[in-house]
Nanobody, 119 residues
Framework: QMQLTESGGGLVQAGGSLRLSCAAS????????MAWLRQIPGQEREFVAA????????YYANSVKDRFTISRDRADNMVYLQMNDLKLEDTAVYYCAAGTNVWSDYFYWGQGTEVTVSS
């Protein structure tokens, strides 16, 4: 079992920045992919970014590429999402997740942290 705890959400103006953090209760296995996904109420959860725990290879949705950066700290079992140039459409609940496939089938989830971008 592994618990994931997100923090760092909040209210920010369009064009601003936020950094989300995800604390894992134990060290992720080397095969794990750590990811951020988001969900707007009434819509399906969508992939935002992912990072392989072992190699730090990163993956991004086209909508956030060049604005968001995912990173991990192996010493502290942390995953981060630096979000710059935020847009109104980035408003969502952001979830940290762990799995072994980049694009689907995540099996550990955090409780989510809300990000609201205002005009």
């Amino acid at each position: 079992q592994m618990q994931l705890t997100e923090s760092g959400g909040g209210l920010v103006q369009a064009g601003g920045s936020l950094r989300l953090s995800c604390a894992a209760s134990r060290r992720p296995y080397s095969s794990y992919v750590m990811a951020w996904l988001r969900q707007i109420p009434g819509q399906e959860r969508e992939f935002v970014a992912a990072i392989r725990w072992s190699s730090a290879r990163t993956y991004y949705a086209n909508s956030v590429k060049d604005r968001f950066t995912i990173s991990r700290d192996r010493a502290d079992n942390m995953v981060y999402l630096q979000m710059n140039d935020l847009k109104l459409e980035d408003t969502a609940v952001y979830y940290c997740a762990a799995g072994t496939n980049v694009w689907s089938d995540y099996f550990y989830w955090g409780q989510g942290t809300e990000v609201t971008v205002s005009s």
